[in-house]
């Protein structure tokens, strides 16, 4: 079965960096949509950075330019290096997954496979 096991959370100070991983499982990865996504406390899910099969991006509005989503499609995982941390980013950050391909990865009802989530703290 499909299996997303997410690591690399943790707590940071504002400008501060981090860099989440995703371990995927069950199915084969490199034809799958990946992303990240997150949620706040009393806020609902956002989606925060996409990557489909060819390597193609795409970034929330607030991500851009502080946050590179890639992926090893020999080692079956998913990453997403956060710089420039803002107290906003605080949130717990899930990694999803999806068949698809190209404009279907910018769809959020792709993403049928999610991981346990890990925190991110950004303090001020």
């Known amino acids: 079965q499909v299996q997303l096991v997410e690591s690399g959370g943790g707590s940071v100070q504002a400008g501060g960096s981090l860099k989440l991983s995703c371990a995927a499982s069950g199915f084969t990865y490199s034809s799958y949509c990946m992303g990240w996504f997150r949620q706040a406390p009393g806020k609902e899910r956002e989606r925060v950075a996409l990557?489909?099969?060819?390597?193609?991006?795409s970034y929330a509005d607030s991500v851009k330019g502080r946050f590179t989503i890639s992926r090893d499609n020999a080692n079956n995982t998913l990453y997403l290096q956060m710089n420039s941390l803002k107290p906003e980013d605080t949130a717990i950050y899930y990694c999803a997954a999806g068949p698809g391909w190209s404009w279907r990865c910018r769809v959020d009802n792709t993403y049928k496979n999610w991981g346990q989530g890990t925190q991110v703290t950004v303090s001020s």
């Open positions: 990557i489909s099969p060819g390597g193609g991006t």
